[in-house]
């Protein structure tokens, strides 16, 4: 079948304009896929019916459905083991010195989607608590997504969704089966606060660490700078960034530069100039 | 090349289960039942087991037992793959000597994910 494409590229738009995001021309053929079922339950024919019905304004919440739709929320727990190893192993402990008087680390997680991510991180800190025993540590995790924010502050999962990178054990160990489902234990979600917030908008707050991973590839190059230097704004001066795996600043901003001791994170260009001055 | 042992009495179960770890480079054997599994892992044993739960001729949960029993050099890990989720049904796997667990259906990341997490990917 031939898809219009005034209609994807109409959608596509929307999806810009509200959340910075762009689908770009290979992923354009799952926008009909993801309506699919938001058109059947309206009984909208087509993609051409879809854009006539968000421009006649009739419902005010369609163009919204339609855009919670479009957004992709692809997550799992731990996702990239290699990155988490680097969390626990090479961040937190550079900020376990830094912070030692203070005892207080500050994360944001940016794009958080469903949650998983941020619960991973939270189970860091609740698999070793006698070592963060007298530690504030306070996890803020975002996204653009209502329908994502709501289902991670619920912290309710399916099994195929709580098995995707997670280990047994700890999903014994914090989270409860409710029927076919798991929920967060409460324990595990007493580290996290979740709010709805797109990247592209200024933060409240200055984060010692803040994981943005997989979310910055969707945005035009100059949103990207945008949503970068909106990251450095809320970056504290030694923290640092981690991005998606296939991710980097080089090119993308003059904000940030590859953490010389870290691999694979990433720290504020001014502190890098001013440590080496 | 890491080596997988799938247990599963559907042959449609195993064909999916082998192409996913082909995918992920690993080199597949398959066996029908726990009997046929226990009789590959005492010649040649594999680095995993993906084991179906309800088999005909020895069970999953026998063949857990059956494998703690023999004096293999190096025990295969174990990945239980079943059906149930119940709590109960995960708990008794793990306390068999399961090192995970994952219900089907399961995709390709589900399983790239497990066998990272039992240290094989």
Redesign the interface.
Known sequence: MTIDKTALRHLAGLLEQRTGQQIGPNRLWRVETVLKSLMRERGIANLDALVAAIGAAHDMTLATDVVEALLNNET???RD?QAFELVRNGALEALRQARASSRRISIWCAGCSTGQEAYSLAMIFADARAKWDGWSIDITATDVSEAAIAKARGGYYS??EI???????S??KWFD?VG?DWRVKRDLARYLRFRRHNVLMAQTGSFDLILCRNVLLYFSPERRREAFDRLAASLAPDGYLMLGAGETVIGQTEAFASSPELRGLYRKTAALRVKAA | MKTCLVVDDSKVIRKVARHILETLDFEVAEAGDGRDALTHCEATPPDVVLLDWNMPVMSGMEFLKALSATDLPKRPKVVFCTTENGIGHIKAAIEAGADEYVMKPFDRDTIASKLQIVGLA
């Open positions: 799992f727990f731990f083991a099994q195929f098995q995707r990178g997670l280990p047994v054990s999903m014994l089966q076919h």
